[in-house]
């Protein structure tokens, strides 16, 4: 069912309007909202201005079926975690040799990934926070349960999902994973994240990097 007027115009008023959504959690002195890059990046900006909340990044990369790079057979998170989605892995037939091929090289983009947005600047420490973690949509889910898997080993006193856009199944699976899960719309048929934006272009790396030092030097604290 769909909560409010789909598409959005972009990730920025889906930020906007998801950031309206979270306004009980304004006010925490523990709140730490954690983007997805690249495409989380522009939404949790606008979350974090609106709840008044430091913002930093969790790098996750899905692990694409090499002859179907949008299809997701798992993702990995800085750290070692790993989510494989058991579905499509048995459907086509996919050997571990190929999970372990696409998975190397996955994490070599994640490290390139965490020095070229953080450059120095540690990651923030989670223990004892209330984790927002948002992303522009889910649609398997599977990016966003190895980002929580990520931050829930790291113990965390509350981890929230925040999406604009989601498919019923992956709120389904990723609520597994998380304490809460806010999503604005959970359209069917769900047909893909980009079908409900008007504008929906790749981030870049400039842009992710713009956000994150203008969040750094509104709010230091996320580390």
């Given at each position: 069912m769909t909560a409010m007027p789909l598409p959005f115009a972009n990730r920025t008023e889906a930020g906007r309007l998801l950031g309206e959504a979270l306004m009980d959690y304004r006010g925490r002195m523990d709140l730490l909202v954690l983007a997805l890059p690249r495409g989380g990046v522009p939404v949790a900006a606008e979350v974090a201005r609106a709840l008044e909340a430091?913002?930093?990044?969790?790098l996750v990369r899905k692990?694409?079926?090499?002859?179907?790079?949008?299809?997701?057979?798992g993702a990995i998170a800085s750290g070692g975690a790993q989510v494989l989605n058991a579905d499509v892995v048995r459907a086509l037939s996919i050997s571990q040799?190929?999970?372990?091929?696409?998975?190397?090289s996955e994490q070599h983009e994640l490290e390139r990934r965490e020095t070229t947005y953080r450059g120095t600047r540690k990651p923030p420490e989670l223990a004892g926070r209330?984790?927002?973690?948002?992303?522009?949509?889910?649609?398997?889910?599977?990016?966003?349960?190895v980002a929580a898997r990520a931050a829930a080993a790291q113990g965390p006193a509350?981890?929230?999902?925040?999406?604009?856009?989601?498919?019923t199944e992956a709120v389904g699976l990723v609520a597994e994973q998380a304490d809460r899960v806010v999503e604005l719309a959970t359209p069917e048929p769900f047909m893909g994240v980009g079908a409900w934006?008007?504008?929906?272009?790749q981030t870049t790396d400039d842009e992710v990097r713009a956000l994150l030092q203008e969040a750094w030097q509104r709010n230091p604290s996320a580390g």
């Open positions: 430091p913002l930093d990044l969790m692990l694409g079926v090499p002859t179907q790079p949008e299809l997701a057979m040799e190929t999970i372990d091929r696409v998975a190397e209330c984790v927002i973690l948002v992303d522009d949509g889910l649609a398997t889910g599977a990016t966003m349960r509350e981890l929230v999902v925040a999406v604009p856009v989601a498919s934006y008007e504008v929906f272009t």
